[in-house]
């Protein structure tokens, strides 16, 4: 069955950069589109990024688009979310997605 699993979230200083991973299973990660989401207490769940190897196609959120790279390595079948330059602002649960399936998500802090 689709499961999807993140890790790599924790405490990071303003300017600082984290790595977030989120491993798949049960399906080809390169033949769907796959999205990063993030959510604050009290409010939606907003997308970031999306992301289509296949097509070579990958969009941001304008609040992070410049900052914030996601890709994947299809022999780990592993999607990654490279954030630089973060702001407290930043600060959120970040969930991997596709489709109606969602990991359990990894916090993210940033503050000093």
């Known amino acids: 069955q689709v499961k999807l699993v993140e890790s790599g979230g924790g405490l990071v200083q303003p300017g600082g950069s984290l790595t977030l991973s989120c491993e798949a299973s049960?399906?080809?990660?390169?033949?769907?589109?796959m999205n990063w989401y993030r959510q604050v207490p009290g409010k939606e769940r907003d997308l970031i990024a999306s992301?289509?190897?296949?097509?070579?196609?990958?969009v941001y959120a304008d609040p992070v688009e410049g900052r914030f790279t996601a890709s994947v390595d299809s022999a780990k079948n592993t999607l990654y979310l490279q954030m630089n330059s973060l702001k407290p602002e930043d600060t959120a649960v970040y969930y991997c997605?596709?489709?109606?399936?969602w990991g359990q998500g990894t916090q993210v802090t940033v503050s000093s």
């Open positions: 049960g399906f080809i990660i390169t033949e769907y589109y």
């Open positions: 992301i289509f190897i296949d097509g070579g196609n990958t």
């Open positions: 997605n596709r489709g109606r399936f």
